[in-house]
């Protein structure tokens, strides 16, 4: 399978390169020269245009940040689906809404392309690992043909149903994990005022059944916020999207984890 990849950013490069390096025919593009340097040692071919990857590949992989980039990926006169032939599949990597999926899988199909929703979540080390998770929903014939391809970066593959069912999911988990920083920063200021070391608190909830990644996290960046902070906005374009999926399905019995959602990008000094 010849397989492109657009989005070559800190969780989307080390999972382009293990495609690569897996033996797969690789094409790749970058809206900056600097995102497709570092495959100069690979023996992935750059082009320069997204038509030209479609052009190349029977999967196109996306893993850009928002709605909006991967609509204009798509769809721009010289956009992937301007170059990809009928019977290709692309895969979004990317997390957005799942209605974004249902529109750009219409405007696909008129191409005769597939359009599956694929997001990750584990970041850069476990896609250099290979241990991403991947969430994926859409049509199970095309999950199957790219499930060869996923596992290159991603252990486990999980075909979660229909198409934006994978968004669903990638949502609700950054709700949790997002509500979770809250719960870890309050916890380790309660130790702070119990007179309770934090690290030494961190080496008891990484063995006891109150941790959670969230504060593992925390605890290995020696309780700075500032990384986890630089994620803040993309975690609020998450909980946004589980807001607006809560909103538009009647589910209103779920206030306290955004409460929490919220409390956590405020401590990271995220406001809206």
């Known amino acids: 399978m010849r397989v492109g990849f657009i989005g070559l950013g800190s969780q989307g490069a080390p999972m382009a390169r293990r495609v690569v390096e897996d033996g797969y025919p690789l094409t790749v593009w970058g809206r900056r020269p600097e995102t497709v340097a570092p495959f100069a040692d690979t023996a992935a071919t750059v082009v320069s245009t997204p038509a030209e990857v479609g052009a190349a590949s029977d999967l196109v992989g ?16 010289d956009g992937v689906l301007a170059g990809m032939a009928p019977g290709g599949v692309i895969a979004v990597h990317s997390t957005i809404h799942p209605a974004t999926c249902h529109r750009l899988a219409e405007k696909a199909a008129g191409h005769g392309v597939t359009l599956i929703d694929a997001p990750v979540s584990g970041g850069a080390p476990s896609a250099a690992a290979g241990r991403l998770l991947v969430m994926a929903g859409g049509d199970e014939v095309a999950l199957t043909r790219c499930r060869p391809v996923f596992e290159t970066f991603g252990d486990p593959v999980l075909h979660l149903g229909a198409l934006g069912s994978g968004q669903v999911a990638k949502a609700l988990n950054n709700l949790v994990f997002t509500a979770q920083i809250a719960v870890g920063l309050t916890t380790f200021g309660f130790a702070d005022g119990l007179g309770v070391d934090r690290a030494a608190l961190a080496r008891v909830l990484a063995n006891g059944s109150g941790g959670s990644r969230a504060a593992a996290i925390l605890a290995r960046s020696d309780f700075d916020t500032s990384g986890i902070a630089q ?27 955004f409460e929490l959602a919220d409390t956590a990008l405020r401590l990271l000094g995220h406001h809206r």
């Not at 996306?62 to 769809?75: F, N, R, S, T, W």
């Not at 994620?231 to 984890?257: E, F, M």
């Open 231 to 257: 994620h803040a906005p993309v975690l609020r374009k998450d909980i946004d999207i589980a807001l607006d999926l809560a909103k538009a399905g009647g589910v209103t019995d779920q206030p306290l984890l």
């Open 62 to 77: 996306l893993c850009v940040v928002a709605d909006a980039d991967v609509e204009d990926i798509l769809l721009r006169p």
